[in-house]
Structure formats: structure tokens, C-alpha cells
């Protein structure tokens, strides 16, 4: 059984990798709203990331950090706040995690740091100026991180395409947004929570032993292949 801190498992794709883990890890999730189910293996902390201290937690031996943002504007309507404020809630509020939970982390069982970057970092797209320019940031993170922590701790970072959650609700509002988004993409589908938290179950896992500071694209072909 392995100790997992969550860093936001109430929505979205966090929630889909905390139902996962559930059954056989301790998990331990960190975040402002409750989860919505209740477990026994299941401890909750509600907290803001950026603002709060973060608890002490005595065996830690994953980490994942899933706090995230989607602004996107042209550059002409992104204010100088707004790339802050990416910054902070992608790298910054990740930093802080790392920081707080490496030194139980160095002496966990098989210990590893899963952490979210974006297609956007790969692929130029219009409007994803702020957003790609902090998941850059993550991106790097994990590579340094990984060379740093090469001996103790994996660290590595999922990029995935539009995934259905509350986060891309607005871009996947409707039907025909939903068909839009589908043919958009070479394999002609987007993400589901549950197929990035089967990435995360394996990244976490000893399956995945020799793999730290990489990014992996969950892309459905969208920036590997020109059809
Ligand atoms: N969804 C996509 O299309 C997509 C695409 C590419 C990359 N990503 C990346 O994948 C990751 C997960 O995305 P998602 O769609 O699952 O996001 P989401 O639905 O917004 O979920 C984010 C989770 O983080 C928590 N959280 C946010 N801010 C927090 C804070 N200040 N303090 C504590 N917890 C906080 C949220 O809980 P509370 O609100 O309860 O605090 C929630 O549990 C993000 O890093 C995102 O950038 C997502």
C-alpha cells in the first residue's frame, strides 16, 4: 500500500486518479472543496495550495500535482497578472508541494512526482501564450527535478490534449464544440479523466521504473502526427 498525496483529487482529472488509487493506496488529498465520496483509505485536507500551509504527512511515497489553469486570450488581452497568476498556480503552487513533501518523499517506497504540463508547451497554438509559457515552466521543472533527484525520487509530467473536466467546460460546452474538438484530433477523440489516470497508475508504479524527467504527449495525435 502506497502513501499518495493529491494535490487537488476533488475534480476533475485528480478525481479520476483518487477513485483509482483508492482501493489499494492511502491516499491524501489536498484541496480547497471535498472530495465526493467518503473512504477509509481516503484523508482529506481543505486548503488552498497557494495561500495555506500544507499539513505534515508522516509516509509519503507519491506526489502528484494537478492544479492547473486554461486562460486563453490574445496577447493584446493578457495582462501582465494573468501570466502571473498562471505561473503561480501551475509551477509555483508545485514548487511548494515538492518543497514541502521531498524530504518524506527521499525515504518513501519507490518514490515518484507525477505533475501536468499541456500539448500547448509542444504545439503552437493562438491565445495560449500565459498558459504555455507557465506549463514551459513545469516542463523544465520536471526535467531538472529528475536529473537532481535521479537516485531517490521519479519525477515525471503528463501533457495532455483537452480532457472533459471542469476545467475545459467552457471549450466543451456544447455538441458541436464536442464534434469540433473530435475531428480536430488525428485519432478523432479527446481525453477522458480516467485514461490520464491510467498514465498516472503506470507512471507511479514500478512498471515505470527506469522512466523519470520525461513528458509524456496524451495527445490522440494532435501534435505528433500531420494527416
Ligand atoms: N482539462 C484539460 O483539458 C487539460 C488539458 C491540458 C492540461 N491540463 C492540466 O491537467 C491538470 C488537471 O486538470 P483538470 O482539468 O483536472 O483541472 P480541474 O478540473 O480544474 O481540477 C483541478 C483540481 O485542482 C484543485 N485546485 C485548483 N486550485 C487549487 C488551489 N489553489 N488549492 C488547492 N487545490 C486546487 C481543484 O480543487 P478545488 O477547486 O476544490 O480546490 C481540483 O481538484 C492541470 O494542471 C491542467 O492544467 C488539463
Known amino acids: 500500500m502506497r502513501n499518495i498525496v493529491i494535490i487537488g483529487g476533488s475534480k476533475g482529472i485528480g478525481s479520476a486518479i483518487l477513485l483509482q488509487q483508492l482501493e489499494t493506496n492511502r491516499v491524501y488529498n489536498i484541496s480547497r472543496s471535498v472530495p465526493k465520496l467518503t473512504h477509509p483509505n481516503l484523508t482529506h485536507f481543505s486548503l488552498d495550495v497557494l495561500k495555506d500551509e500544507l499539513p505534515d504527512i508522516a509516509e509519503v511515497d507519491t506526489l502528484i500535482y494537478c492544479p492547473g489553469s486554461i486562460t486563453l486570450k490574445p496577447i493584446s488581452n493578457l495582462s501582465v497578472d494573468n501570466f502571473r497568476n498562471d505561473f503561480e498556480i501551475n509551477v509555483v503552487g508545485a514548487v511548494k508541494s515538492i518543497q514541502k513533501y521531498l524530504p518524506v518523499l527521499k525515504r518513501g517506497y519507490e518514490s ?101 524527467g520525461q513528458i509524456f504527449e496524451m495527445d490522440y495525435g494532435l501534435v505528433n502526427f500531420k494527416i
Open 112 to 212: 515518484s512526482i507525477v505533475l501536468f504540463s499541456t500539448v500547448a508547451v509542444k504545439l503552437g497554438m493562438p491565445f495560449h501564450a500565459s498558459i504555455a509559457t507557465a506549463k514551459a515552466g513545469v516542463e523544465g521543472l520536471t526535467k531538472s527535478l529528475g536529473a537532481e533527484l535521479a537516485t531517490v525520487v521519479r519525477v515525471n509530467a503528463i501533457a495532455p490534449t483537452i480532457t472533459e473536466t471542469s476545467l475545459s467546460a467552457s471549450i466543451l460546452r456544447n455538441d458541436r464544440m464536442k464534434e469540433n474538438m473530435v475531428e480536430r484530433h488525428p485519432m478523432k477523440n479527446y481525453l477522458k479523466p480516467d485514461e490520464v489516470a491510467n498514465m498516472v497508475d503506470f507512471l507511479i508504479s514500478e512498471k515505470a521504473n527506469s522512466i523519470s
